[in-house]
């Protein structure tokens, strides 16, 4: 049986919660594409997956996407980007401008010579 609690003592802090996980993307100035910042992962693949549709139907010969501000990118992420350059077809393209290192690197693991996707860095 517990009894009163002693004047002056404090609750228990509670443990802060973490921060939802956000991905931010914005259209670019000067040039077809979006900047993606944040993480791409379950919380926000519907984010990472509208902003990659869009890309698709726009239509564009070369679209760019600004990545530098990524912080993860999970595997089901980088299939989205996958699909997305399989949905371009013929001599389109999407250039990721700066992606996290893991990104090429589970490109080319997974989908090696996938056309439709440039990296620069």
């Known amino acids: 049986m517990s009894g009163p609690e002693p004047a ?5 802090a509670a443990e802060p919660m973490p921060a939802a996980p956000r991905l931010d993307v914005h259209p670019l100035a000067g040039r ?3 900047r993606a910042a944040g993480e791409v992962s379950l919380p926000t693949r519907g984010i990472w ?3 990659l549709q869009r890309a698709v139907r726009e239509g564009e010969d070369v679209y760019y996407l ?8 999970d595997v089901a992420g980088v299939g989205a ?3 997305a350059a399989r949905g371009l077809g013929g001599r389109r393209r999407l250039v990721l401008d700066r992606p996290p290192d893991a ?8 989908w090696p010579g996938l056309p439709g996707i440039e990296v620069t860095t």
């Not at 002056?8 to 228990?12: E, N, R, T, W």
């Not at 600004?66 to 990118?73: I, N, R």
């Not at 990104?103 to 997974?110: D, F, N, Q």
């Open 49 to 51: 997956e509208r902003a």
């Open 103 to 110: 990104v090429p690197r589970i490109l080319e693991l997974l």
């Open 32 to 34: 077809t594409g979006f």
């Open 8 to 12: 002056g003592s404090l609750p228990a």
């Open 66 to 73: 600004e990545l530098s501000a990524l912080t993860f990118v």
């Open 81 to 83: 980007l996958a699909d």
